[in-house]
């Protein structure tokens, strides 16, 4: 995968969205910043970030993702290779239904998908050295280029949906303090029940990741 390394961008999940579509980038591509100014975060709002920080956005073929992974699963899936990463250098993170990084009960960054023609461009922000007011950083050591560079090398051999949801299925127990937001409302999660896909099913609602 090719990584496209920049001083600064608004977004690069902006800009790896209009590259993809003027075809001046091609998947499979990495786009990095140094530092965002008008990152996307979830539900409409900003996620701005200072230098030292990881702001980066993927962009796969939906064909070379696991078949038995479903679209609307995307979020989490993608979410969870990140985790697995951080993990296995050493962080205690953990996956917030459906796309959020966690410390303990603070929030320390998140994922978003966009489906663009046949592509999912998958961005990520963490907060490896700063963060503002009401967040945290992540509890281990490393720079945004190698944390980069390690997890543009696991598309290379991508597990299965199955393989990541067994291990979700456990770690979700901890979202079940939290909420969500569904329809504009917020939703507690202590009584979700987490089905095959991700989805969760809520006081007769069927929720999925729409992000």
């Not at 539900?43 to 030292?52: A, C, K, M, P, V």
């Not at 696991?66 to 290779?81: G, R």
């Not at 959020?100 to 050295?129: M, P, R, S």
């Not at 127990?173 to 099913?201: C, P, Q, W």
Request: charged share 20%; aromatic share 10%.
């Amino acid at each position: 995968m090719d990584i496209h390394w920049f001083e600064s961008l608004e977004s690069t999940q902006s800009f790896l969205i209009e590259e993809l579509k003027a075809s001046h980038l091609q998947v499979p591509v990495c786009v990095g910043a140094s530092s965002q100014t008008m990152g996307k975060g979830s539900r409409g709002n900003s996620w701005i970030g200072n230098q030292g920080n990881l702001f980066i956005s993927v962009g796969i073929a939906r064909s070379t993702l696991p078949k038995d992974l479903k679209l609307e699963s995307s979020s989490i899936y993608l979410a969870f290779l990140m985790k697995e990463l951080l993990a296995s250098l050493g962080s205690n993170i953990w996956l917030k239904w459906p796309n959020d990084f966690y410390l303990g009960e603070t929030k320390i960054g998140g994922v978003i998908t966009n489906l663009v023609g046949e592509n999912l461009v998958c961005g990520i922000g963490l907060n490896l050295v700063s963060a503002p007011e009401g967040f945290s950083t992540v509890d281990i050591s490393v720079t945004p280029y190698n944390l980069t560079k390690a997890y543009s090398a696991l598309f290379k051999n991508l597990p299965s949906w199955k393989q990541i949801f067994s291990k979700y299925r456990i770690e979700f127990e901890h979202s079940r303090v939290f909420f969500t937001h569904h329809n504009y409302e917020k939703i507690a999660l202590k009584d979700a029940l987490l089905l095959e896909d991700g989805s969760l099913e809520c006081d007769g609602q069927r929720m999925y990741s729409l992000r």
